[in-house]
């Protein structure tokens, strides 16, 4: 099985920050990563696919980078919107998530 | 526009069985991959199992925590997706969502979610 690992778990940063979050797959997977965020008690939201490509209608201060086993989320410049947890996905092998990334806007 | 409608949740006692259903509307439902992803209170999603679409042979995968225990079906001519639970324990309580692979090939991650439904193990 393909594990994904995330990094930080939490973090806190001001409206206007850039935001990065860290993804790490325990084997190579391509670019067959995606990015999902979260709300509290709502579904997951597709943002982010094939690492690097952003899903209709999301904002552009959201992008990702990567490939093999390492992948990144950034947020240009954080907005209050933006608070919720985020998960990065590989679906190289069947779909697995890593534990996400809890993240607050000060 | 896509909708993912689940249902059947609720509180289940430990070994007992329950279904959810995924009622599917605004695409060609035969057409794609379908899959169940669960989420316990308060922690992260973990892919449950999937089914893939008649012209991929409708066969299934499970995660190994539920292998043998979880059964996913589809009837394409209702647009429906159905997850039966047998044998359920109470680290099976969880949100369980219905999604969609976002491809009718190749590698996807899922496109489209439903709003999930609670099922609660517990005697």
């Known amino acids: 099985d393909i594990q994904m690992t995330q990094s930080p778990s939490t973090l806190s940063a001001s409206v206007g920050d850039r935001v990065t979050i860290t993804c790490r797959a325990s084997?190579?997977?391509?670019?067959?990563l995606a990015w999902n965020q979260q709300k509290p008690g709502k579904a997951p939201k597709l943002l982010i696919y094939k690492a690097s490509s952003l899903e209709s209608g999301v904002p552009s201060r959201f992008s990702g980078s990567g490939s093999g086993t390492e992948f990144t989320l950034t947020i240009s410049s954080l907005q209050p919107d933006d608070s919720a947890t985020y998960y990065c996905?590989?679906?190289?092998?069947?779909?697995?998530f890593g534990q996400g990334t809890k993240v607050e806007v000060k | 526009e896509v909708q993912l409608v689940e249902s059947g949740g609720g509180l289940v006692q430990p070994g007992r069985s329950l279904r959810l259903s995924c009622t599917a509307s605004?695409?060609?439902?035969?057409?794609?991959?379908m899959s169940w992803v669960r989420q316990a209170p308060g922690k992260g999603l973990e892919w449950v199992g999937f089914i893939r679409s008649k012209a991929y042979g409708g066969t299934t995968e499970y995660a190994a925590s539920v292998k043998g225990r979880f059964t996913i079906s589809r009837d394409d001519s209702k647009s429906i997706a159905y997850l039966q639970m047998n044998s359920l324990k109470t680290e099976d309580t969880a949100v369980y969502y219905c999604?969609?692979?976002?491809?009718?090939?190749?590698?996807?991650?899922?496109?489209?979610w439903g709003q999930g439904t609670l099922v609660t193990v517990s005697s």
């Open positions: 084997q190579s997977i391509g670019t067959w």
């Open positions: 605004g695409f060609s439902f035969g057409d794609y991959l």
């Open positions: 996905q590989q679906y190289n092998v069947y779909w697995t």
């Open positions: 999604t969609k692979k976002g491809g009718i090939s190749g590698y996807h991650p899922f496109d489209s």
